[in-house]
Structure formats: structure tokens, C-alpha cells
């Protein structure tokens, strides 16, 4: 675990000004580790590290996507629920210019640009999570119902177990 001070991001702020509760988590960013390694460094379930996902429709409408660390996204039936063709990620260039974050450090909250968020639903069910605060190697720990609130996603069921 780095023993560095935790950033002062535009999620942390975010979070502030929301009067969240939360607790900071930095650990040594591994490039394409992804939430296995963040997991594994903050000694806690995969399942319970929530990547935050910049995706987009056939318009290239950005929109965000909660997902558990150990499941992926069904973008077939995302794209069924929410009514259009199809979803697909972004590129890295377009997901750092909608959030303000870069790939790998992307936070749902404090982002550039507001998105449409899109919560797989069973994440409620976790007493705690464990998110990205807005930098590489910095998660925050946050009740599941905070999330909710500060951001007022829509709850989906497209989660499926990674291949």
C-alpha cells in the first residue's frame, strides 16, 4: 500500500461537497492490472472493486457504466434496455475527454462532461465499494446507497461472468 497523501481530485470534491462518507484506498497502479490488481492490493473481493466504464451508443453518446471488478458488460442487452442500436466502449482518447479522467483512473463522479450512468443493480447488495477516485492507483470506499444518490443511476442487470 503507498503511503502517499490521497489527491484531491474533482470526485473527491465532488464527494465533498455531497457529504459522503468515505475512505481513501491508494495502492501501486500496475498498467493493465485493472481491478484484479487493485483488489489484490487492497486485500478485498473483486467483486467488490466497481469499475467505472465510458462507453457510448451508435451516435457516440457517452454513458457510464457501474460494473462489478470480476464481471463485464453485456453490451447487447444494455443497448436492448436503454433503446438503442448499439453500445460499445470508447477509446481512450474520447472516455479522458467525456470524463476529465484518464483510462485507468476514471471516477464516475466529478466528470467532464454529465453522462447518463447505468448501475448494475446487484451492487446495491455489497455493504461497501470500492471505486475510483479520479486518479490511477486511488480507490474510495463508499456505500453502495451513496452512489445512488450523488448520482442517480439506473439500475440494470447486464453484468456477466468475464470469459
Given at each position: 500500500?503507498?503511503?502517499e497523501?490521497?489527491?484531491?481530485?474533482?470526485?473527491?470534491?465532488?464527494?465533498?461537497?455531497?457529504?459522503?462518507?468515505?475512505?481513501?484506498?491508494?495502492?501501486?497502479?500496475?498498467e493493465?492490472?485493472?481491478t484484479a490488481?487493485?483488489?489484490r492490493?487492497l486485500g478485498?473481493?473483486?467483486?467488490?472493486?466497481?469499475?467505472?466504464?465510458?462507453?457510448e451508443?451508435?451516435?457516440?453518446?457517452?454513458?457510464?457504466?457501474?460494473?462489478?471488478?470480476d464481471?463485464k458488460?453485456?453490451?447487447?442487452?444494455?443497448?436492448?434496455?436503454?433503446?438503442?442500436?448499439?453500445?460499445?466502449p470508447?477509446?481512450p482518447?474520447?472516455?479522458n475527454?467525456?470524463?476529465?479522467?484518464?483510462?485507468?483512473?476514471?471516477?464516475?463522479?466529478g466528470t467532464?462532461?454529465i453522462m447518463p450512468?447505468?448501475?448494475?443493480?446487484?451492487?446495491?447488495?455489497l455493504?461497501?465499494?470500492?471505486?475510483?477516485?479520479?486518479?490511477?492507483?486511488y480507490?474510495?470506499?463508499?456505500?453502495?446507497?451513496?452512489?445512488?444518490?450523488?448520482?442517480?443511476?439506473k439500475?440494470?442487470?447486464?453484468?456477466?461472468?468475464?470469459?
Amino acid at each position: 500500500m503507498s503511503k502517499e497523501k490521497a489527491p484531491v481530485t474533482a470526485a473527491i470534491r465532488e464527494l465533498r461537497a455531497h457529504k459522503v462518507e468515505f475512505t481513501d484506498h491508494l495502492y501501486d497502479y500496475e498498467e493493465k492490472g485493472g481491478t484484479a490488481v487493485s483488489a489484490r492490493e487492497l486485500g478485498v473481493p473483486e467483486h467488490a472493486v466497481v469499475k467505472t466504464l465510458v462507453m457510448e451508443d451508435e451516435d457516440r453518446n457517452p454513458l457510464i457504466v457501474l460494473m462489478h471488478g470480476d464481471l463485464k458488460v453485456s453490451t447487447r442487452e444494455l443497448a436492448r434496455i436503454i433503446g438503442v442500436k448499439t453500445i460499445a466502449p470508447c477509446n481512450p482518447d474520447n472516455a479522458n475527454r467525456h470524463s476529465g479522467y484518464m483510462v485507468g483512473g476514471t471516477s464516475p463522479f466529478g466528470t467532464r462532461k454529465i453522462m447518463p450512468v447505468y448501475m448494475e443493480e446487484t451492487i446495491l447488495g455489497l455493504p461497501k465499494i470500492y471505486i475510483n477516485g479520479g486518479k490511477r492507483g486511488y480507490l474510495v470506499g463508499v456505500a453502495p446507497s451513496e452512489v445512488v444518490r450523488v448520482l442517480g443511476p439506473k439500475m440494470v442487470k447486464v453484468g456477466i461472468k468475464e470469459t
